[in-house]
């Protein structure tokens, strides 16, 4: 009975008595963090820069204007030009890059602390698939007759897989001109490993229960008419492996959050945060509608 009342008052004492305590974390300089991409699109190209923030100020994003960005293959240096209107984004004119081929994207930074500082990254541009064949909506089958499955769509592409392992495919959707997973935690992977030169969603993957749905819609985002785009980047799977990293370390303590346990191909080692990737780019479209 004592030791039952014992417990009960130090239960008692800890919920009852609260302070808050400010944690005095040591901070070092601030990071660069680049987040950018080149692709084999026409398109405008773009880098992003931005500093890291400490722990009491992760909201406070500082950009990174000012500096130097260009990206080479060695033969061809194509400069990024920083916009007016949005400080710390650097874009190129529109341009395309070439599958095959390794890209290095090159920084200088000028601050008050550092000076002029220097980073650069690397990422070869993988080949990719000649084209996507089909990209069919299907009404889930996870749980049949659950009135709330009923609703759910899945998205399916098919295409021929290349037979290269280490080819990841990144996929991005578009909904009516709307990216629907433009951020690093909603991106979707297939990693090929073992499965690389199979025909996606095709027999051989059935063979092995391997249907590979790439989104979800409800029956509610569905309208006719609607227009859905797939994007199929063929990655690197070290950049899988980074985007993997991201989403690990997003949990609810913000002590194993980014930057300092989270992978980074922007060297000097230790100087910098951030993912540059090359990727090719293979897209298809289909417009929704809905079964009579």
């Known amino acids: 009975m004592k030791k039952w009342m014992l417990y009960i008052g130090l239960a008692f004492a800890m919920f009852s008595c609260r302070e808050e305590i400010m944690i ?15 692709t084999d699109e026409y398109k405008r190209h773009e880098v992003i820069l931005s500093y890291t923030a400490d722990f009491y100020h992760a909201g406070e994003i500082k950009m990174v204007t000012g500096a130097k960005v260009a990206v080479t293959d060695g ?55 000649e084209e996507i064949d089909s990209i069919v909506l299907k009404r889930s089958s996870i749980f049949p007759g659950v009135p709330m499955w009923d609703t759910i769509y899945m998205l399916y592409p098919y295409f021929q897989s290349l037979p290269d392992p280490s080819i990841v495919y990144m996929i991005k959707i578009t909904e009516d001109s709307i990216p629907m997973n433009d951020t690093l935690l909603r991106v979707t992977s297939i990693p090929m490993a073992g499965y690389a030169g199979y025909y996606v969603n095709g027999p051989e993957m059935l063979e092995n229960n391997m249907e590979i749905p790439v989104a979800m819609m409800t029956e509610s985002e569905l309208h006719d008419g609607k227009r859905i785009r797939l994007d199929l980047l063929s990655i690197p799977s070290d950049y899988m492996m980074f985007v993997f990293n991201v989403k690990m370390a997003m949990g609810s303590n913000p002590m194993m959050g980014p930057p300092t346990n989270v ?17 090719s780019v293979v897209s298809k479209e289909m417009i929704y509608h809905p079964p009579h």
């Open 75 to 129: 033969v061809d240096t194509i400069p990024f030009v920083e916009q007016s209107d949005q400080p710390g984004h650097y874009l190129t004119d529109s341009v395309a890059g070439r599958k095959n081929t390794l890209y290095k994207l090159l920084v200088e930074v000028y601050d008050e602390i550092n000076g002029v500082k220097q980073y650069y990254a690397e990422s070869y541009m993988k080949d990719n698939v």
């Open 263 to 279: 992978m980074t191909n922007i060297q000097p080692q230790g100087e910098a945060v951030g993912w540059f990737y090359a990727a």
């Open 24 to 38: 005095d974390l040591e901070e070092g300089n601030p990071l660069i963090g680049v987040e950018g991409s080149f």
